[in-house]
């Protein structure tokens, strides 16, 4: 594919110089990276123009929040909904993009005299210490282990970028002794290229497997955009990158893993994990079950430590971290069956994982849309391909295209499940007159249920963290 190089020359001379410009801000969205940016660029006294392919009911939550503040001068800010206008993005000194949006092929984007993103800016007018992440599984665990143990070693930090946080929330905040731990998406990092802006004191690449193929057809592009997170590293820097396998036919064209890649490009300080270092931890317990957690605690832990914090004293600290949102959440129990929500689990390796990460049969609430991503590593633990992983206890799927490729490989089987079902209502539903009427041991402990849809489901949520939170309140009042 063709990657879009953007200039490393700032439409603003400095922070002061943004009043009285015109702001066009592209995709103001649900998750608080478009009203962040609106509402920066409004404190710093410029003309705001909102333009988003969203309605206004559609963005109702955000609008309310914005059209509610007092603090804000609603004089300088336009809205623009239900579809975009040449006009605004030939006429703005400065255009705000969404990450979610390609430059490639865009009459609107090209049109623009600059392209900016929350991120791109924040990393323009800051001198802080970055800790960067980005990669496949366990990126936004790995940020929030990192910001959890950077507050309880007495850092003033902040954590922001695709965890939901635009980091504008924070920017006035920060100063050259602030760490800020910000997860890349791939789609964050491509904004960035060829600006020259993120030069991160600490990169971590998290494990490399397929995502996103749908958006860019091979495994080369997308771990192209990856790669930059190190590309502006100096040798004053490090680089945490992954010293174990790839999954077959998913590694470099060039040979190797992607972790020996990435350690041959960057010019920092290489530390491997998945092999013994200076900087291992042997964790007694965790509160968040599963082996891929421990894996997120050993990176954070070696993080605390490049950051100064004592070996033993990162130890105790990740050892009391309580896990993330949406990232196999405990949150809910009835009659002896605990409730995990891990609606992050948006790729069908994370779903698989979920299965195994309690070392024993989980009830597994599973499927959605899928994204162009082999299902292989999910149906293997459902189907009984796995001999070596522990199959579900009992199987209920949401109705999805990614179910719907599922199924087949489960009748194949002659394996038993439940569904598909058109709503989160009607799964529940059953499942709770499953339960109910199931034999009972009191003696013996209840499967975990655990919802990991390894699957998008766009088409029934707006997004993984509004998925997850509907889960819970649905469970909630069910149960």
Not at 83 to 109: M, Q, R, S
Not at 142 to 150: C, K, M, N, Q
Not at 201 to 224: C, E, F, L, S
């Amino acid at each position: 594919m063709t990657f879009h190089t953007y200039s490393s020359e700032c439409p603003f001379k400095s922070i002061e110089d943004i009043k009285d410009k015109k702001i066009t801000i592209m995709g103001l969205g649900l998750n608080g990276g478009g009203e962040a940016a609106a509402r920066f660029f409004l404190n710093k006294g410029a003309y705001v123009t909102v333009t988003d392919m969203k309605t206004t009911e559609q963005l109702a939550p955000t609008l309310e929040r914005l059209n509610n503040d007092d603090t804000l001068d609603h004089t300088r800010l336009t809205y623009h909904l239900g579809g975009h206008d040449l006009a605004d993005f030939e006429t703005a000194d400065c255009v705000i993009k969404n990450p979610g949006v390609k430059f490639e092929g865009n009459k609107y984007l090209a049109a623009a005299k600059a392209i900016e993103t929350d991120l791109s800016i924040f990393l323009r007018f800051t001198d802080c210490p970055i800790i960067a992440v980005t990669g496949s599984k366990g990126k936004s665990s790995t940020v929030s282990a990192i910001y959890y143990g950077l507050q309880q070693a007495g850092f003033n930090a902040f954590l922001g970028g695709n965890i939901t946080v635009s980091p504008l929330t924070f920017f006035d905040k920060v100063s050259s002794d602030t760490p800020v731990v910000i997860e890349f998406s791939s789609w964050q990092l491509a904004d960035l290229r060829g600006r020259g802006v993120l030069k991160p004191h600490i990169a971590v690449i998290t494990k490399i497997v397929p995502d996103h193929q749908n958006w860019y057809g091979n495994m080369q592009d997308y771990v192209a955009d990856k790669r930059l997170i190190y590309a502006d590293q100096t040798a004053e820097d490090f680089s945490i990158f992954d010293a174990g396998q790839d999954e077959p036919g998913t590694g470099p064209d060039c040979g190797g893993t992607w972790g020996d890649l990435f350690a041959r490009e960057t010019k920092a300080q290489v530390i491997r994990y998945n092999t013994k270092t200076q900087y291992s931890v042997d964790f007694d317990s965790l509160l968040v079950p599963g082996e891929h957690m421990k894996l997120n605690a050993q990176n954070a832990a070696t993080v605390l430590q490049l950051m100064g914090v004592e070996k033993q004293r990162a130890k105790e600290i990740l050892q009391t971290w309580p896990g993330i949102a949406h990232r196999l959440q405990f949150f809910h129990e009835w009659k002896g069956f605990k409730f995990y929500n891990d609606s992050a689990a948006t790729v069908p390796e994370a779903a698989a994982a979920a299965t195994q990460a309690f070392g024993r049969q989980v009830i597994l609430l599973t499927g959605g849309t899928e994204k162009g991503l082999e299902l292989d590593k999910l149906t293997e633990m459902l189907d009984g391909t796995n001999r070596a992983a522990l199959s579900p206890a009992a199987i209920y799927l949401l109705e999805g295209t990614a179910t719907d490729k599922i199924v087949p490989a489960l009748d194949k089987a002659g394996v038993v499940y439940n569904g598909p079902y058109p709503s989160l209502n009607d799964m529940l539903t059953k499942l709770k007159s499953d339960l109910e009427n199931a034999p009972q041991d009191a003696a013996s402990e209840k499967p975990p249920v655990v919802f990991s849809p390894g699957a998008t489901s766009f088409g029934m949520f707006n997004n993984e963290f509004d998925r997850g939170e509907k889960f819970m309140t649905a469970v909630q009042k069910i149960f």
